[in-house]
């Protein structure tokens, strides 16, 4: 199973600080917010977890991005994470290029392996406090990743620091996300 879409499928959406906004149930909250592995928390979800890389290149960065990020060049890296055959996870991500061409060239032939294996097993990388969005069922992501466009979707956002240099990582939760309560499905932890 992959979803096709083109890239970049970009990221438009405002972001705010978790205190400034009402999330619906304390079950999507504590996903949102939680600040652990995201790959490791799915993989205890699912049997087989994997990573579609929708593509890695250098690209220009939403104005929204460029503010937190400085003015270096990034690759931005978006990816569908899924597990047992659901999409579950959009994620956006901004490796600095240089970094990735030189220290930490594993960044930048990463492909399927998933970025959070080398971000919590570092713990040069320092995250930052987290933003979150809404996307509502109207959203272009939904109608870009061919999504049934029914629902309300959340992300969140933050930025890794690893000593010069600054990383961040969006991740929208997909209808099917386990951060959701799933209608019918035993309670998840
Ligand atoms: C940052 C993590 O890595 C995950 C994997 C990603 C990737 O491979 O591009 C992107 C975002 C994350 O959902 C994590 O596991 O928390």
Redesign the pocket.
């Known amino acids: 199973m992959i979803l096709s879409a083109e890239f970049p499928l970009s990221l438009e959406t405002d972001w705010i600080a978790p205190q400034s906004i009402r999330v619906p149930d304390f079950h999507l909250r504590n996903w949102l917010l939680d600040t652990?592995?995201?790959?490791?928390?799915?993989q205890s979800h699912c049997r087989q977890f994997r990573?579609q890389?929708l593509g890695?290149a250098p690209l220009p960065l939403l104005d929204n991005e460029r503010e937190q990020m400085g003015p270096v060049d990034y690759l931005v890296?978006?990816?569908i994470?899924w597990g047992d055959d659901r999409p579950w996870?959009f994620?956006?991500?901004l490796l600095p290029r240089a970094l990735c061409e030189q220290d930490r060239g594993e960044l930048s032939n990463?492909g399927?392996?998933?970025?959070?294996?080398i971000?919590?097993n570092d713990a040069r990388f320092e995250r930052q406090p987290f933003q979150v969005t809404r996307l509502s069922a109207a959203h272009r992501l939904q109608s870009a990743l061919k999504l049934p466009g029914t629902q309300v979707l959340w992300g969140r956002r933050s930025v890794?620091h690893y000593l010069q240099w600054r990383m961040m990582?969006?991740?929208v939760f997909l209808p099917q996300c386990p951060a959701y309560k799933q209608m019918g499905a035993p309670h998840a932890g």
């Open positions: 652990g592995s995201l790959t490791e928390r799915l990573v890389l890695q890296r978006e990816v994470l996870v994620a956006r991500s990463l399927e392996k998933p970025l959070g294996s971000l919590f890794f990582v969006a991740e």
